[in-house]
């Protein structure tokens, strides 16, 4: 059996995996506001990244996915990115926001 992984930001914003679930919840409780990365209103789309703190998923010693982008809203509403790094979702988020800016023009 697998033992869980959890992961919490550093004060780098690096996510550290720790195993001791109680270290984890604590982290959550005091870091409320931390979550959301970015957040961008394009008429009726909402593009949110977020660093997802419920990931707990280690596949072979890499954390997948700890960084996602939602769409919400729209035709385009459901897509969904995830991403291993801040940098890469923050990215990501803007490489989404530019599509969908496009869609919205030739709307």
Not at 3 to 32: G, H, Q, T
């Amino acid at each position: 059996m697998t033992i869980p992984s959890f992961y919490i930001l550093n004060k780098d914003n690096m996510p550290v995996n720790v195993e001791d679930f109680n270290i984890w919840k604590e982290w959550k409780e005091a870091n409320k506001f931390k979550y959301s990365i970015s957040e961008t209103f394009l008429g009726q789309y909402r593009v949110l990244t977020v660093y997802d703190i419920f990931s707990q998923a280690e596949e072979e010693g890499v954390n997948s996915g700890l960084y996602e982008t939602y769409v919400l809203g729209g035709f385009s509403g459901g897509l969904q990115e995830t991403y291993t790094s801040e940098e890469d979702a923050v990215l990501g988020h803007e490489e989404i926001v530019d599509r969908l800016e496009n869609l919205v023009m030739l709307n």
